[in-house]
């Protein structure tokens, strides 16, 4: 199919409602969306429209059987007002390998990369200019197929929305490392960005939290020890000079963020070291006094510093500073406002794209 995508604009735009010095997260919605269907075996009417209700049937597929995946993203300017995306590419990569797992058709990834800049385009006043801030972009693709009946559904709509982002406070975080709950392992969904692994988190996630804890820990679901990812991000360890991540095993989410800060810590001249990790090795290594940092990476939040990991009765203590996290975030964040070459050739400009 063609990336032609029709426009139809909204007659007033809701931007002068929002308050750039004080978002809330999550709740504000640009003006317009991305929408395209999928019937008779191809993607077919791709548009951009005022953000509306979407009808729903009541036995629509994805909200029996969850065919239903999703992206996050984010839109950044650059000093002059330019909007970026950062390695959108990859993305649109991930959404299939999602679409794949879940039995959903592919989505054309120059249509994917397309609608984001038409729709980063139409919506450029949206975007907070200030630092740490972004659009937040939510592509997303659910069977809407009204049947009763356990198969691949016909139907799809394959949906960008888009929400402005304040910065997030970049406070340190405590982990509560999960031992009765699994996210995920291999041969299941966890490297799909699937709505149903974020379902199943999310009880845990409420435990770890009304004891204090701003995430989970997941840990593997064999042995409970070996060190998976966050609730929302990947994770990274210093010990003793090194920089250790725990490597694809088949079960963890392969973050964007992560590969870019993999490829940056290198870049910076760090050993950078993908291998299992046991939740004891980073206690024997906070005791002994080897362990030096550790941070989260995603698109929410960037770079999370983290202070403490709760592992059953105990805390271990991880550190107060981070300063390789820190350094990490800035140039990240730099190279996302324009302030520091894009040497990496991660951005994607959009200031090109005429929206009819
Ligand atoms: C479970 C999980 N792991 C890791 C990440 C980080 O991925 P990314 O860096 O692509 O945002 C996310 C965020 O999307 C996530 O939900």
Known sequence: MSNNISITKVEKSRVDTLDFNNIPLGTTFTDHMFICDYENGQWVNPRIEP??????????????????????????????????????????????????????????????????KQLVALEKSWIPPQDGSALYLRPFMYADEPFIGMRAATHYKFIIIASPAGPFFSKRIKLWAEKKYIRAVAGGTGEAKAAGNYAAAIRPTELAKSKGYDQVLWLDAVEHKYIQEVGTMNIFFKIDGKIITPGRDGAILDGITRISVMELLKHKGFEVVERPISIDEVKEASNNGTLEEAFGTGTAVGIAYIQDIGLNGDVIHVSNESPVGLDINNTLNGIKTGKIEDTFNWMVKIEKVLVK
């Open 51 to 116: 953000l509306a209700l979407i009808p729903t049937h009541p036995a629509a597929m994805a909200l029996h059987y969850g065919q239903a995946i999703f992206e996050g993203m984010k839109a950044t300017v650059d000093a002059e007002g330019n909007p970026m995306l950062f390695r959108p590419n990859k993305n649109a990569e991930r959404l299939n390998f999602s679409a794949d797992r879940m039995g959903m058709p592919d989505f054309p990834e120059s249509l994917f990369v397309e609608g984001l």
